[in-house]
């Protein structure tokens, strides 16, 4: 059983490629991002300024964040779809940052991820939290291709913005990931990188799973 994970900006068709290959293999889909997404949610609702880390941190460390059949739950409640919401977009990245949130959830993913036959997928997952994984990719694309991925997906949810909007937040929210002190967003070292540009969800996880299945998967 092995490790696998996925790193990429916004919208490189991670999240998406991550839980078909997952099921693909019979494997575990680890969605770090909806980690950082469901503390960022909890932060708005009770009214944490996203730069205060201190008391992010105090909130992490009494939030009883699960996954439940592959759906992230805060408590009892399943918060799949708001922690998509555009109020988390906005807010993500600079939680993110914090050296001590980074720990503690990082934490919580190696836990996660011990035992192997896991996908995991983010921004960090290569690199940070588990660089001994057996198979790592790195997925791209342009920045047109992924503002219009999630534009679509903002539009399915019935939210209307518009696609410029889309790729302005998108690359202020690529370039806070590449350039946080903690965690950024690079290449692991041994990673196959993967153009998602034009190819379809199937295309990708295809040459994702010939690459496992060559290493033992
Ligand atoms: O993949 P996503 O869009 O759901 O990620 C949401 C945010 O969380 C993204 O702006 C960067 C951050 N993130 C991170 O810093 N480290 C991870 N391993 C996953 C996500």
Do not use: N, W
Request: glycine fraction near 8%.
């Amino acid at each position: 059983m092995l490790r696998i994970t996925i790193d990429g900006p916004a919208g490189a068709g991670k999240s998406t490629v991550a839980r078909e290959l997952a099921q693909l293999l019979g494997y575990t889909y680890l969605d770090t991002g909806a980690m950082y997404r469901a503390l960022a949610l909890s932060a708005l609702r009770e009214g944490i300024e996203p730069d205060d880390e201190p008391s992010l941190a105090a909130l992490l460390a009494r939030l009883d964040l699960r996954f439940e059949r592959g759906r992230i739950r805060l408590g009892d409640e399943d918060v799949v779809d708001e922690i998509r919401a555009p109020a988390v977009d906005r807010i993500v990245s600079v939680v993110a940052a914090h050296p001590r949130v980074r720990e503690a959830l990082v934490a919580r993913q190696r836990a996660l991820a011990q035992d192997g036959g896991v996908v995991v997928d983010g921004r960090d997952a290569g690199t940070v939290v588990l660089p001994q994984a057996e198979c790592k990719f790195f997925l791209t694309a342009s920045l047109d291709a992924r503002a219009d991925r999630r534009h679509r997906e903002l539009l399915s949810q019935g939210l209307r913005v518009s696609i410029d909007a889309v790729r302005q937040e998108m690359s202020e929210r690529d370039a806070m990931d590449e350039m946080r002190a903690v965690g950024a967003l690079r290449v692991p070292e041994g990673a196959l990188v993967v153009d998602t540009t034009g190819l379809s969800v199937a295309e990708v996880v295809h040459r994702l799973a010939e690459a496992c299945r060559g290493r033992g998967a």
